[in-house]
């Protein structure tokens, strides 16, 4: 198993890919396996921020209406 500080990590603020904890913490996004997983970083960030999104639209919108957002009679 590799260590973390054996793998590649984005950098938030410089949009480089670096090898190790080059970084603080708070500035990097990863681990990732290659340096091409973690070129893809903000890729990767803003699909899983959609999906979450979509996720919690979902659940807030449970046993309401789709299109009118009001509660169902059904229930």
Do not use: C
């Not at 670096?18 to 960030?45: L, Q």
């Not at 659940?59 to 789709?66: C, F, I, N, T, Y």
């Amino acid at each position: 198993m590799t260590h973390d500080s054996e793998k590649y990590w984005y950098n938030l603020k410089t949009g480089e890919v670096e090898k190790g904890f080059e970084s603080p913490a708070p500035d990097r996004a990863g681990p990732f396996d290659t340096p091409e997983e973690a070129a893809r970083a903000p890729e990767v960030i803003r699909e899983r921020a959609r999906a979450w999104a979509a996720e919690e639209a979902r659940e807030d919108s449970w046993g309401s209406d789709p299109v009118s957002g009001a509660p169902r009679d059904d229930q």
